[in-house]
């Protein structure tokens, strides 16, 4: 099994900043792919980022030039740098964990954290 517990949300001012973490605890040896999804209310979960074993990412268009996924294998964790916030970045933010090399659909990301809450809001 594997456990991630995310941390860093937080209320923050439109053009503000927030950095995330995501700590990976466990049957780490199997996990490839972290990524980060988010969801607002009434609406469904979405994928913000994701970064393969190797180091490559993908990001949401509306996210790209303001947020900055990275991980720290050597400390387990997995970390979201979120700048210039706006409010429609308001959401739960929860990372995910995959044994695959890269996944991106929801489906195939096999362990979730419980979510950290985002608001950005002046």
């Known amino acids: 099994q594997v456990q991630l517990v995310e941390s860093g949300g937080d209320l923050v001012q439109p053009g503000g900043s927030l950095r995330l973490s995501c700590a990976v605890s466990g049957s780490i040896f199997s996990i490839q792919a972290l990524g980060w999804y988010r969801q607002a209310p009434g609406k469904q979960r979405e994928l913000v980022a994701t970064i393969s074993s190797g180091g490559s990412t993908i990001y949401k268009n509306s996210v790209k030039g303001r947020f900055t996924i990275s991980r720290d294998n050597a400390k387990n964790t997995l970390y979201l740098q979120m700048n210039s916030l706006k409010p429609e970045d308001t959401a739960a933010y929860y990372c995910?964990?995959?044994?695959?090399?890269?996944?991106?659909?929801?489906?195939?990301?096999?362990?979730w954290g419980q979510g950290t809450q985002v608001t950005v809001s002046s």
């Open positions: 995910a964990a995959c044994s695959k090399v890269a996944c991106r659909d929801q489906s195939e990301w096999e362990y």
